[in-house]
């Protein structure tokens, strides 16, 4: 029997990462100190960017990011809709468009050949009045609306990288900046290479379900030392780096880390090849546990992952078998589960905002209703691992 009741995530602490931040506690300094630099600097190094901005969220690095990219109220970026819902708010946050092309079913990342499409189209009707298919319903009524596209947010799911290389091409194709949502993905590699470091810039995020943790947190990679100096004067109510105290050059914000999470999130960037390999041991038990189960498909991991960096441990509940009864049955036997993701264009708020409908994007949508994250994290042992996959499999054949 399984030690109940099992956590969703569950942050992976030592006693090095708690003397980290208590150390800091015993200084003056608790923001806007050593400890954020160092850990900017260990950050980008471990990824193999020049340049690492420490800031209070993932939310708060893509926003600065949207910022960068120049994002003028009205003007379009392209994104996908099968992701957490602050991928696509960081662009509404400067009053720019998500324009969302639907995603690879067997991965559940931005689709590339869609991408290239949609670029394209909005390239050529750009300054144009007339209907673009691309466009959410309540931009296409606006005559007046500008079209101009201006950059891609591709999201890297559940910690597997986006196909980066055809994105990539489209950008430079257009001249669009690419926005890396690395939240879900520190440390994973596509065709060898880091993801976060593909794009103009890269985030990552540290809330305490991620594979690593500052409580709250980010971190932006960029090889620009011109945006890496913007992001640090933007996440500090726009002071420049030369500027006086006090003396503001632009609008900013507070999106500083602190140096307690800052300390913390040293101390755990240490351990994170250790911290990915016990949430690779994890995924493997269930992938062996649940691999056969008809009723139940489980991720596939594309040939250009070279390494996964596993963030969430999602199965597809496969008919007649329903996900929402998996999940009721799951939760009676003491295990939760969460649907993952719902997608982002059938948010209240989206449809309000743009008219999107259920039928504009079906693969997203295919994937929000059939997709189930199981608990997941680096400290769960074997036992449990068993537990989930026996109730799961007594949940699908009901
Ligand atoms: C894909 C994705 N983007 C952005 C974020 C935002 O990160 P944060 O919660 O640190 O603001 C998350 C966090 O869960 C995420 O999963």
Redesign the pocket.
Known sequence: MSKLPIPMSSPDLTADDIAAVNAVLHTPVLSIGPQIKAFEQAAAEAVGAKFGVGVN??????HLGVIAADVQPGELVITTPF??I??AN?ILYERGVPVFVDVDPQTGNIDPALVAEAAHDLMQDAGSEMQNRWLPRSINNQKSALRNLKALLP???FGQPCDMDPILEVARTHQLSVIE?A??AIGAEYKGRKAGTLGDMG?F???P??QMTTG???MIVTNDEAWANLFRSLRNQGRDVFDAWLNHSRLGYNYRLDELSAALGLSQLKRLDELLAKRAQVAAWYTERLKDEELIEVLHLAASTTRMSW?VYVVRIKPPAQRDEVLRRLQIAGVPSRPYFTPIHLQPFYRDKFGYQRGDFPVTEYLGDVSLALPFSSVMTEEQVNYVCQQCRAAVRG
């Open positions: 969220s993932g939310t708060a690095g893509l992701s957490f602050s991928s960081s999201v890297h799911a949502d939240c879900e985030v995020a540290f809330y379900n991620k709250e947190g980010g963030f």
